[in-house]
């Protein structure tokens, strides 16, 4: 295990911002975590982790440890029937593990193929696409608890899961470094169409004859179509979450706004579709000081060499022109580190 020193962590993050690292370790297993996690407390150092990079962005330096999490593997843990446990190194990429999953005839993450990033911040944000979350494929986690380097697991009901939300983003957050997450796959087949896109693309095909293997390709076509390649354009998948408003309040604004898009969402609410109104308010293509918005996807917001100041100005300006336009408070859905949001915020209004 390797601490170094101040290190440039634009390589490691996918929205490709500058920030430095004041202390920076990659761990490749449980005993690296545990002895970088004693590192940091010996030296009391606020400690930050990250996958990917793919759902960060890193707006300021960080004066602590940040440890990058390298711990791969795969293991079949249970099999019942049809049913299949595998337990994933968090270090894992994501896409290769649903591609490994489904040249194994392993079915259940089809859906979710192409989502950059790790399989162990998989959780943190509860990753969803094309119909499907991740709460629904999975039955535990392992993770070290960062202040006293304890081991945890977490069963799904620890977990509090919600719409792009765990534990891990609101109580639990800061205090968990997770290794490994098990996932609950089956062998048999159970296609998911119910998001509108996904099943209009695969209209050629009578719905009793589609396979994961169809899905997966759908999907991975409809993210390449519209969602930038962040190795060629730097970004971090959507920038806001989808707001989630009362039926009531998305009912007032369809008279508004008859094509208003809207998804069902739990307890009841409705789920606006937050890249409508980025659109409709006039954002999308958008481009400006070396930061704007996609113009196939006005979600997601790219660097192209603005940097995060820039950046999250332009995350205020449409936030509040959304709030001008619908009443609707839109929240940014990656973690936003080295600096707050809201910090911004103050400043920007100081001046
Ligand atoms: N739309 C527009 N303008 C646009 C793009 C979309 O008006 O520029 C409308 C379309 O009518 C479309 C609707 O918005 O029907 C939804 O668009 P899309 O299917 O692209 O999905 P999304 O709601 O914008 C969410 C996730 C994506 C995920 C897709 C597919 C969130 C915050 N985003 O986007 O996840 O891939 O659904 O399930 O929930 C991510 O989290 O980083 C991410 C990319």
Redesign the pocket.
């Known amino acids: 295990m390797d601490i170094q020193r101040d290190v440039e962590l634009r390589p490691h993050n996918s929205l490709a911002l500058a920030a430095r690292a004041a202390y920076f370790v990659r761990v490749e297993n449980v005993v690296e975590a545990r002895a970088a996690l004693d590192f940091a407390r010996a030296h009391r150092l606020a400690v930050a982790v990250l996958g990917g990079g793919s ?1 960060v962005v890193l707006a300021g330096d960080l004066p602590g440890l940040t440890l990058q999490i390298g711990i791969r593997g795969r293991a079949l843990i249970a099999e019942r029937g049809d049913a299949i446990h595998l337990e994933v190194g968090a270090g894992e990429d994501w896409h290769q593990t649903v591609e490994y999953c489904l040249a194994r005839g392993w079915y259940g993450l089809e859906n979710l193929a192409l ?1 950059p990033g790790t399989v162990g911040a998989a959780p943190i ?1 509860n ?5 499907v979350e991740l709460e629904s494929r999975f039955v535990a986690l392992e993770a070290i608890a960062i202040a006293t380097g304890a081991t945890r697991r977490f069963a799904h009901a620890d977990c509090g899961f919600g ?2 939300d765990s534990l891990f983003k609101g109580a639990g957050r800061d205090a968990w470094l997770i290794t490994s997450v098990t996932l609950a796959l089956s062998r048999r087949p159970a296609p998911v169409l119910t ?3 996904l099943r209009a693309a695969l209209a050629a095909v009578p719905a009793a004859e589609i396979t994961p293997e169809h899905i997966a390709a759908a999907v991975v076509a ?2 390449r179509a ?2 930038p390649d962040p190795a060629r354009v730097p970004n ?3 920038f ?3 707001p989630v408003v009362s039926a009531e309040r998305a009912r007032a604004l369809a008279i508004r706004f008859p094509d208003l ?1 809207t ?1 069902p969402a739990a307890d009841g609410g409705v789920k606006l ?4 109104l ?3 308010a006039g954002w ?1 293509g958008v481009a400006r000081a070396g930061v704007g918005v996609h113009d ?5 917001l790219v660097n192209r060499g603005g940097g995060a100041a820039a950046l999250l100005a332009l995350a205020r300006e449409i936030r509040a022109a959304v709030v001008d336009q619908f009443g609707v408070e839109l929240e940014p ?1 990656p973690r936003v580190l080295g600096a707050d949001w809201q910090a911004h915020d103050d400043r920007a209004a100081a001046l």
């Open positions: 759902n989502i944000q990753i969803g696409a094309y119909g719409y792009r998001y509108p896109a409809l993210r519209r969602l971090a998948g959507s806001f979450k989808n898009v998804f579709a937050a890249a409508w980025i659109e409709r999308k196939q996807q006005a979600l997601v859905e």
